[in-house]
């Protein structure tokens, strides 16, 4: 069973930037896609970016632009940098992969 563990999560002022990191119990080139999901409050899980083994990355239409995905090998550590916040960006944010393995979340909340 892998476990990932998301963090870097908290509390942000709109237009401000927050980092979150995901750890995996083994090594995320064994992955074919890592991806990172969000869940706001009284909505539905949404896909907020993924990565692929071979490095390519796709964003959903929010996040373009505003998000980057990375990741560290070596670490076995997936990235998402979020620049220029927006309350509406206040949700669980989730480490996921091609295997169907979610990490516990972490809460972002962008507020004033």
């Known amino acids: 069973q892998v476990q990932l563990m998301e963090s870097g999560g908290g509390l942000v002022q709109p237009g401000g930037s927050l980092r979150l990191s995901c750890v995996a119990s083994r090594s995320i080139f064994s992955f074919n896609i890592m991806a990172w999901h969000r869940q706001a409050p009284g909505k539905e899980r949404e896909l907020v970016a993924h990565?692929?083994?071979?490095?390519?990355?796709n964003y959903a239409d929010f996040a373009e632009g505003r998000f980057t995905i990375s990741r560290d090998i070596v670490k076995n550590t997936l990235y998402l940098r979020m620049n220029n916040l927006k309350p509406e960006d206040t949700a669980v944010y989730y480490c996921?992969?091609?295997?169907?393995?979610w990490g516990k979340g972490t809460l972002v909340t962008v507020s004033s």
């Open positions: 990565i692929t083994r071979g490095g390519i990355s």
């Open positions: 996921t992969n091609d295997l169907n393995n």
